[in-house]
């Protein structure tokens, strides 16, 4: 899978009927957590504060972001200019803001009501069944 900027992959992930992931139950924050540091790679997620500085919404819903997990000491908009963020798999998947530009693996969502399926955005792509659990999402990368 070829890394992508931000906004190029939220536009990917429309085009294929969803959006760049929202973590919205600590469930699918430690999923997106494991599915990162498992892989060792960085993923891009929803979360940015590209309309208001240090105030992070989802780019789908346009949700503020309410579920976080960060690394120790982010975000911090080094030099201004990280407003996207992202998994970071070379440490433990917790989240970092990066600058929009950067190109970066990702994460897609369409929310389900039956199940979840996720294909790891890596050159060879599987995909991964858990049992429903009310609401879910199909995450594609």
């Known amino acids: 899978m070829v890394k992508k900027h931000f906004g190029t992959a939220q536009l990917i992930c429309r085009l294929l009927g969803g959006n760049l992931a929202e973590v919205r139950t600590q469930s699918e924050k430690l999923f997106i957590r494991q599915t990162a540091s498992t892989r060792r790679v960085k993923f891009w997620i929803g979360a940015n504060d590209l309309s208001t500085e240090g105030e992070f919404r989802w780019a789908g819903s346009d949700r503020r972001v309410t579920?976080?997990?960060?690394?120790?000491?982010?975000?911090?908009?080094?030099?201004?200019?990280?407003?996207?963020?992202?998994?970071?798999?070379?440490?433990?998947?917790?989240?970092?803001?990066?600058?929009?530009d950067e190109r970066m693996h990702y994460i897609c969502e369409e929310r389900w009501i039956s199940q979840r399926v996720l294909i790891q955005p890596l050159s060879i792509c599987t995909i991964l069944l858990e049992p429903p659990h009310g609401p879910s999402s199909s995450l594609i990368g």
């Not at 080094?78 to 600058?99: F, I, K, L, P």
């Open 67 to 100: 579920i976080t997990d960060w690394h120790s000491g982010q975000p911090d908009n080094y030099e201004g200019a990280e407003d996207c963020v992202h998994t970071d798999g070379e440490r433990t998947g917790t989240w970092n803001d990066e600058d929009c």
